[in-house]
């Protein structure tokens, strides 16, 4: 069959146009890649834990992940990796086109050895204008927390100096509006009980962020100087400890009333004490390894003697080890002895 010359012209003219697309660099754009590949997150991990890490890559990546880390392999331009248990020297290597970076990576494992935990279980009455709170740090602090822990690393170097830390989290979860009340006396003859009044907690809930001193907002840790960071060796060994003495607060005087006076009173509050670990590669990523889960019931009566009971007893610290970060990620919002002064309202 004879293709008829018309045809023949408008198939030239289609193969000339599509020759020309093909070589026209408005349409075609090279990649272009970085002079060198940087893959960026932390060096030096606890083991147990997850961390994302991202390469500078224009195209996704060939990704080769070591032991203990998972995924083995994976494709992309970032890549969360989960860490298993160390010690380990491991490595991420990626691929992007002609470039290739190889990172080494140091899984360190922290081990919690023993933990103790005592109990005070006085209270008096301190009156701090407008509150009247019952404290609980005499004659020693309602609860005291410590812990001996190892962290082994896979060998004597220095890629892990002051690295990694350790030390307490403390979240209050609950204080129910419902278990913080207070009674106000009045009337003829006198201690004759009016409506109880509550704290109003449902407006800004728990959990809130627990600290030492009255910090408009709290770091994660439960105090500055309890984290205690290991130096380069095969094998290290630290304490940490601390303490708490919750001391829940009522108005003198009845504010929604007629100023009556603060005649008994009562709180239970609940608490999540954690012991969590960080790499300083990445200091706003916690992990934890224990937790103790307690609560604190304190009473004031009419004579204006109070008492304060922790239970269970014994607290026990148990393991809790997770590479979920969630529990000991630092919290927003007001610590809880500054929420403690707001919250404490008349509905």
């Known amino acids: ?26 349409t075609a754009q090279p990649v272009k890649f970085p002079a060198r590949l940087i893959v960026a997150g932390p060096k030096v991990v606890p083991g147990t834990t997850r961390y994302g890490y991202t390469a500078n890559c224009p195209v996704d990546a060939d ?10 392999s994976a494709k992309g ?13 491991t490595m991420i290597e990626v691929v992007c086109g002609r470039l290739r970076e190889k990172v080494n990576v140091e899984v360190v494992n922290v081990t919690v050895d023993k933990t103790d935990v ?26 005291t927390f410590k812990a001996d822990l190892t962290v082994t690393g896979p ?28 009674k106000y006396s009045g009337g003829s003859p006198p201690k004759i009980k009016q409506s109880s009044r509550q704290a109003d907690t449902s407006s800004d809930p728990p959990p809130k962020p627990d600290c030492v001193g009255n910090a408009q907002t709290c770091s994660s840790w439960y105090a500055s100087g309890t984290p205690f960071t290991y130096a380069p060796s095969a094998n290290a060994s630290g304490s940490i400890s601390i303490n708490d003495s919750p001391s829940p607060g009522w108005w003198l005087k009845d504010q ?11 709180a239970l509050w609940k608490f999540e004490t954690y012991i969590c670990v960080r790499s300083n590669d990445a200091p706003s990523i916690y992990f934890r390894r224990a937790v103790a ?21 014994p607290v026990q610290i148990a393991s809790d080890v997770s590479d ?3 529990k000991c990620a630092p919290l927003p919002g007001a610590g809880v002895n500054h929420w403690l002064n707001d919250i404490v309202i008349f509905k």
């Open 63 to 72: 990704w080769i992940v070591g032991a203990p880390g998972s995924p083995t």
């Open 324 to 326: 979920d970060p969630g």
């Open 77 to 89: 331009t970032k890549l969360e990796i989960t860490w298993g248990g160390g010690p380990a020297q």
């Open 155 to 182: 060998t004597r170097s220095p890629h892990w100096d002051g690295k990694i830390v350790t030390g307490f989290v403390q979240r209050l979860v609950a204080a129910d509006s419902n278990q913080w009340l207070a």
């Open 256 to 266: 929604k009333t007629k100023g009556l006076n603060l005649d008994e009173a009562h």
């Open 1 to 26: 069959m004879t293709i008829p010359w018309t045809l023949q012209c408008l198939f030239l003219q289609l193969a000339a146009v599509v020759f020309a697309l093909s070589c026209n660099p408005a």
């Open 293 to 313: 889960t307690w609560q604190i019931e304190v009473n004031l009566d009419s004579k204006s003697q109070a008492s304060a009971t922790v239970t269970p007893n």
């Open 118 to 143: 005592t109990l005070g279980g006085g209270a008096f009455v301190r009156d701090s204008w407008p509150l009247r709170l019952a404290d609980t740090s005499r004659p020693k602090p309602a609860i």
